[in-house]
Each structure stands twice: as C-alpha cells, then as structure tokens.
C-alpha cells in the first residue's frame, strides 16, 4: 500500500461523523459545521381550552400569523373549530385534561390517577380520535398527574407505539412534572412550556408576559407561550402579533419549534457561542426576564 494511499484513508476516517440518533423521526439531520447562518429567534404561541365556546374560539382562529390551536375532547364546538383552524393551514393540537392538585372539574375524557392501565389508555384514545387533524398534544391541568412516572409512562408509550407522528408540549402546571423527561426516554418530539400569557387577564401584565416570551425567544433562539381565548388576549395578540416581524422575531408553528430548537442544540459550539454573543448585544432589561412564571392548574 502506497503512503499517498493510506494518507487518503486516514482523511476519510478522520472527516466521518455519526449521525444524530432520532433525527430521522424529527425530519431534519444534524447541520454541517460550516453552516453559521442563525435563523431569527423564534416563538410559538398556543391558545388552549378551546371548545366550548364558538365565537371566541372563531375569533382566536382569526389570529394573523401561524398560532396554534388547543381544542379540549369532547366539548361542543371543537370539531368545527379544529377543521376550521385546519382549513386556514393551522397546527391543530388535543389539549388533554388531567387530574390537578385539588378539585377541578376535569370533564369528560379527564385521565386521573385512579384509573387502571387499560381505562386510562382507552381514554387516551377515545381522546385522541375525538378532534381531527391533530399534530401534537399538551396538557390541560395536571398539576397532579404529571407529576407521576407511571403514568407518564403510560401516555408516552401508548403515543409511541400508536401515535408517533404526534408532539409533546409540556404546559408545565407544577413544577415537579416529569412528563417531559419520559417523553425524551421515548423519543417523542416534545418542548417545554416557558410563558403563560394570561394568568393575570390584564392587558398590562399580558404585555409583561409577552416581553418576557421575546426576551427569551431572543437570549435562547426560541420561546413558547399559552394564552386562552379571553377577550382581553385576543384583544392584546390581535394588536401586537402583526408587528413581530419588525422586532425580528418569527412566529412559527409549535411543530416548527420543536425543529428549530432541536437545530440550534445540535448546532456547532462556535455557532451557538456566536448566536449567544448576536443576542447578548440587544440589552434588554434583565427585571422583565426574571419576573417569575405563575402556574395554574
């Protein structure tokens, strides 16, 4: 063997990468080294508790950019919002209940922690087929039953074997959830919930909420809001949404987050550090940042 020969051999072994396990089930591969183009930074803004009420819910649909849309099972105008919703190219997600700390009333299709394996699993279904067109999944309260493995476990794996084109956003209701680590242990696409909108349904502490969505859209690449179809956010969205574009923020749909942020994670250490330096030179007040996030139910 020529020296030319095995110099040529050690190029190659030397310029091989692995790929990324899971990529394929994501759609994208990991980028090449040489890619340093960053994407602007990027939000997703779910409206949940969709359902019950048809007017408030057409004029959430109604939102200018790509909102997505969280449709309760089994409520009285959720199948022709959700087709409405699909009709106008917008990401349709089940907004599944489940048990919360204290009393709520969870409605029908609730999953609670009394329930056996295989009534929680044929409620899950039965919850699934009930809104069409859905591509992802979160939770409607849950404060207590996120915060157990087990059945944790059981959503995940049902979604795994039966459902595994579908997302996870965890709303993060507690903060001792675990539902977005089993959801990782099955290769779910999945991302956490960073902002509530509207805990507080005033316009000035939505506007405060809002901020803190871009501040941190701006400082990690990307960021994902709930808010519920009250007046008083619609209103507020209705105003701010069409000016994002001049803020330099997109306005993706969650299926598209989920992408995005796996692309910035497995970006190059010298992109990320450059991303991070780009974001660090806004200065955006660090006191609107570190407003803690409330969580409900």
């Known amino acids: 063997m020529t020296l030319r020969l095995i110099l040529t051999l050690l190029l190659v072994i030397s310029t091989t990468k692995p790929g990324l396990a899971g990529d394929a089930k994501l759609g994208f591969e990991r980028p090449p080294?040489?890619?340093?183009?960053q994407p602007l930074p990027a939000i997703s803004i779910i409206i949940d508790d969709l359902g019950e009420q048809r007017v408030l819910g057409e004029r959430a649909i109604a939102l200018p950019g790509e909102i997505t849309y969280a449709f309760l099972p089994h409520t009285s105008h959720a199948v022709h919002l959700a087709e409405l919703a699909h009709q106008l190219n917008r990401e349709v997600m089940i907004h599944i209940p489940m048990q919360p700390v204290g009393d709520s009333s969870l409605g029908k299709g609730g999953l609670t922690l009394d329930m056996s394996q295989q009534n929680f699993i044929a409620t899950l279904k039965d919850n699934l087929n009930a809104i069409p067109h859905i591509s992802g999944i979160n939770n409607h309260m849950g404060s207590l039953l996120t915060q157990h493995p087990e059945k944790m476990v059981w959503l995940m794996q049902t979604?795994?074997?039966?459902?595994?084109?579908?997302?996870?956003?965890?709303?993060?209701t507690t903060e001792?959830?675990?539902?977005?680590?089993i959801a990782a242990e099955f290769e779910i696409p999945r991302i956490n919930r960073n902002v509530f909108l509207d805990n507080i349904r005033t316009k000035k502490e939505i506007?405060?909420?809002?901020?803190?969505l871009l501040i941190l859209a701006k400082r990690h690449g990307t960021a994902v809001a709930i808010g519920h179809p009250y007046p008083e956010t619609l209103k507020f969205l209705e105003q701010m949404l069409p000016a994002l574009q001049q803020q330099g923020i997109e306005l993706i749909k969650t299926s598209s987050l989920i992408k995005r942020k796996h692309l910035l994670e497995t970006t190059t250490p010298d992109t990320m550090l450059a991303a991070k330096e780009r974001h660090n030179k806004i200065g955006l007040p660090h006191t609107a940042e570190s407003r803690a996030t409330s969580l409900i139910q």
Not at 159 to 172: I, K
Not at 176 to 181: D, I, L, W
Request: aromatic share 12%; charged share 25%.
């Open 33 to 37: 080294a040489t890619n340093t183009q």
């Open 176 to 181: 001792h959830t675990v539902a977005y680590t």
């Open 207 to 212: 506007g405060i909420q809002f901020k803190r």
């Open 159 to 172: 979604l795994s074997e039966e459902h595994d084109d579908l997302f996870f956003v965890d709303s993060r």
